[in-house]
């Protein structure tokens, strides 16, 4: 039964269930574990676990962040992202729809909702606010953000000067930044 709650703990965040650590326990035949994990892994729970690390990296947040800190309806990303995991997209689509969903031919609702990933920035409306200074920080943010996603790298010192030993030159981050300073805001 421990390791019923530890695999249960590690894959929904949740302990197993009074009846699923019954049936667990009744349960002699040398599959059970990998039943068990099955059924974690296809559960709802599973996704909503596994959807929550990835929302922490992509910056989701039903609000927008400032002074003023309203709400924002952004929850359609978070759901495709919990359904992302719950259908077992494969990864390059999962990042080709977030990062390109509005450019796939035929792209649908879900491939457009997809691209919240870069539409995940603080939003400033605080009185006397430069809207073009918060828009080039909302794309310094994408860039910083893609690299740490999906480079597994920071950036952000090339944002202002070149490292002898760092493999990204300020001319690198530069050339992403111009790639992410389009209007989708």
Known sequence: LALLRRVSL???????TREQAEAYARDESPERYERAVERLLDSPEYAERMAGWWLD??????????EK?????????????????????????????????????GATVADLVATGFNRNTMINEEGGVDPEEFRVEAVHDRVRTFA??????????????????????????????????????
Request: aromatic share 16%; glycine share 6%; charged share 25%.
């Open 10 to 16: 590690d894959l929904t965040g949740i302990a197993p």
């Open 57 to 66: 990296l992509a910056r989701y947040a039903d609000t927008h962040g400032y």
């Open 69 to 105: 800190d309203a709400r924002r309806e952004i929850w359609p990303y978070r759901d495709w992202v919990i359904g992302a995991f719950a259908r077992d997209l494969p990864f390059d689509r999962f990042t080709l729809e977030q990062l390109a969903g509005d450019e796939v031919e």
């Open 148 to 185: 740490s996603v999906w480079l597994g790298s920071t950036l952000a010192c090339a944002q202002c000067h070149d490292h002898k030993h760092d493999p990204f030159t300020q001319r690198d981050y530069y050339r992403l930044f111009a790639f992410f300073n389009n209007d989708i805001s």
